[in-house]
């Protein structure tokens, strides 16, 4: 639905260039969506909810679709860069706040590509070449820092060709399960067995943080907003197909996995699809699905880099991070400072972290910037603009709120820590950033 009291376009002036259509704006949604964490998520979900893989995508399908509401209004309202931290900015008015929430969506990107990071340098490369891990890491960033640098139209092609071979990867696992499950080998009973040593409800909220890490397309595509052409009709299409299309995949992909495997070797698999096929009877060579699982990692993190730079971009248009973030290359109209800061903390990430704990910080990460955002939607839904845009009920992101809180709760005292460590970081960044600003007026006057 719309709204608006003008049929005009916000305006497409500005430092960014808007050269993404509504086609790969879907594209890197869907690549996003799709990224690594297909790839490992079935074991984990399978360690906390058995066989029932289903119910945990479908609970994190739901909450997805609720915040993906509230992103949809905001961005078709406010296209401008910077996500959640401009919609805190417009909602509440304090300058922290803003900061802290747009700091958090930046960690998160960095921590997320660091994590990729070091799964790509990790058992699939070495299931191909024999190189040091940390050194390949670096190479790795090194190289999507470059894509990145040359243009977020580069970028997202290279996105889309990346997505075709991952989904390709995934719609060979469904075919092959199919195949197993019409020659009457599989075993469909799988599906309504829960793990035993799990409490049902216990494990189904666990599982479904781990689902709803997979549906996290829809910020990093909010970050996106200055560079996209007519946003108000391109995001709410590309927004919504994109996670039809994800829960589509991951279901069928759960589903077909049970069939062909038992829950209990999922879970203490860690490389659950490669399983999949390999169990299937089918002759795939393993090298080869490896290879597809290492560009959907790429994929993963070149998504993740180019959102935490355009975040960094837009604090520093909204005044929240010193000017230099928001410095464009002449031609390219890339920030590239902003670029080169987040490839610069992803590497020191990649080289003092681990997956597991660095992916489960972005989940804490996220769900606190997705509950900013679900509050600000309520606060702004009196404020009008002068161009028509996307509009969803208020009780969506009063449940999205629960929802948030609920998965919240299910989030260690670890991980509760690192972020933390973000807030605090960021808290001293932003009054550093604040000194300067007045030295800068005193200057001046």
């Known amino acids: 639905m719309t709204n608006g009291t003008s049929t005009s376009e916000p305006s497409t002036e500005g430092a960014l260039k808007r050269a993404i259509g509504a086609p790969l704006l879907f594209a890197f949604i869907v690549g996003d969506t799709l990224g690594a964490g297909i790839y490992t998520l079935v074991g984990s979900m399978a360690a906390d909810v058995g066989g029932v893989i289903w119910l945990p ?18 961005i078709t309202k406010y296209p401008h860069a910077g996500g959640a931290a401009r919609y805190a900015e417009r ?141 108000s009709r391109a995001y709410p299409r590309a927004l919504f197909g994109a996670i039809g299309t994800a829960a589509v995949v991951y279901l069928l992909i759960a589903v077909g996995a049970v069939i062909v495997l038992p829950p209990a070797e999922l879970a203490v698999s860690t490389a659950p699809l490669l399983d999949v096929v390999t169990a299937s009877g089918v002759a795939v060579p393993p090298w080869l699905f490896g290879i597809i699982a290492l560009v959907a990692i790429a994929n993963g993190a070149l998504l993740f880099m180019v959102m935490a730079s355009r975040v960094g971009y837009g604090l520093a248009e909204a005044g929240l991070l010193p000017r230099a973030f928001g410095r464009c290359l002449p031609k390219r109209r890339t920030p590239w400072v902003s670029i080169v800061v987040v490839a610069g903390l992803t590497i020191v990430l990649t080289l003092i972290g681990n997956v597991s704990t660095l992916a489960e910080t972005t989940v804490l990460l996220l769900l606190l910037v997705f509950l900013s ?44 820590l690192g972020a933390l460590a973000y807030v605090v970081v960021g808290s001293v960044l932003f009054l550093l950033a604040r000194a300067g600003r007045k030295r800068e007026e005193r200057v001046s006057a």
């Open 91 to 231: 909602a509440f008015n304090i300058p922290y706040l803003s900061f802290l929430v747009g700091f958090l969506m930046m960690a998160s990107g960095i921590t997320t590509a660091a994590a990729l990071a070091n799964a790509f340098a990790g058992d699939y490369l070495a299931a191909l070449i024999d190189v040091p891990a940390a050194p390949a890491a670096v190479v790795f960033i090194v190289l999507l820092t470059l894509i990145n640098l040359r243009g977020v139209k580069e970028s997202l092609t290279a996105n889309l060709i990346a997505s075709v071979i991952e989904v390709t990867g995934l719609v060979l696992v469904i075919v092959l399960a199919a195949v197993v499950f019409g020659s009457g080998n599989g075993e469909p009973s799988r599906l309504l067995e829960f793990a035993p040593e799990v409490p049902a409800l216990q494990g189904a909220f666990a599982a479904s943080v781990i689902a709803f890490f997979s549906f996290l397309g829809f910020e990093a595509a909010a970050n996106m907003a200055e560079e996209v052409k007519n946003p």
């Open 373 to 416: 955002a679900n509050v600000s939607v309520l606060v702004l839904k009196k404020d009008t603009v002068d161009h028509p845009h996307f509009s969803v009920p208020r009780i969506m992101p009063v449940l999205a709120i629960i929802a948030s809180v609920v998965l919240l709760a299910q989030q260690t005292g670890v991980v509760w």
């Open 57 to 74: 995508l479908l609970i994190a399908l739901v909450v997805a679709l609720l915040t993906a509401g509230t992103y949809a209004e905001l």
